[in-house]
């Protein structure tokens, strides 16, 4: 069994209201085979609080504008560190980057197939204020790869 023409359409619309609102390192899998609660699960990232929070209303809006669907269950609100946003079809987790990090689900789940995503979700893998490590999977600001610090040579 694998995930539905309509759990498809759900994930790309989130998919590109996530990245709409600039959230990082999007990622669908469809775990319809391991699940029999849901088809999809969509995961984006956010380095503060206030970004989880936009990126899960942009989600929610763009969902019931477009395809007429409310989410029964959501959960985090308060937080703003985690928000889970529950269509029965999929089910979409906003992560704080630290939460992303800790939680690892990109790797819980990595054995499922990616779903495809629109150009600009994508590309939110790429993004150079996405803190990621050498494989790409979502870290902390602290845990990823150090920059070039060009010119900060200790000159004392």
């Known amino acids: 069994m ?5 759990s498809q ?4 619309v989130a998919a590109q209201a996530a990245a709409d609102k600039l959230a990082h390192n999007i990622i669908a899998f469809d775990v319809s085979e391991v699940l029999s609660i849901t088809d999809a699960f969509l995961i984006a990232s956010a ?3 206030r970004q989880v929070k936009s990126i899960a209303e942009e989600i929610e809006d763009q969902l019931r504008e477009q395809l007429d669907i409310k989410p029964v269950r959501r959960e985090g609100e308060r ?7 529950d269509y029965l079809d999929i089910v979409v987790h ?3 980057s630290e939460e992303r990090s800790f939680y690892s689900l990109d790797r819980l789940w990595k054995d499922c197939p990616e779903l495809p995503l629109p150009a600009d979700a994508l590309a939110s893998r790429n993004r150079p204020d996405a803190h990621t490590d050498e494989q790409g999977n979502a870290v902390a600001p602290a845990e990823a790869a150090p920059a070039d610090n060009f010119g900060a040579e200790d000159y004392s």
């Open 2 to 6: 694998t995930a539905t023409e309509h």
């Open 9 to 12: 359409e759900l994930i790309t």
């Open 47 to 49: 380095n503060n609080d």
């Open 79 to 85: 937080e703003g560190r985690w928000i889970l946003l």
């Open 94 to 96: 906003v992560q704080h």
